[in-house]
């Protein structure tokens, strides 16, 4: 599970996304709702309503393991970027 904070980490995700080459879903962490990132108007579905409905808090996987790497990375950077904002702050 993932959180996302903000619309930057929202449009980094999509960044990633759309590195992948098989379908990646975002599902509410109730396991209600999921929607597949792949389709452009899902992905805008899925932001709207998770957002609005469940806070900051998804769950992001992809169909492929081929495809995991893009997103482990962009989970690695969005951490690093956490903890630098952090340390800047203190």
Do not use: W
Request: net charge negative; with cysteine; proline share 1%.
């Amino acid at each position: 599970m993932m959180l996302l904070k903000n619309a930057k980490n929202v449009e980094s995700l999509i960044k990633a996304v759309d590195k992948c080459k098989y379908d990646v879903y975002l599902r509410s962490t109730d396991g209600r709702e999921e929607f597949n990132l792949k389709s452009v108007i899902s992905r805008y579905v899925a932001i709207g309503e998770l957002c609005k409905d469940h806070g900051d808090e998804f769950e992001v996987f992809c169909s492929s393991p081929e495809d995991e790497g893009h997103l482990m990375q962009f989970f690695r950077e969005l951490h690093e970027d956490e903890e630098e904002q952090e340390r800047k702050s203190a």
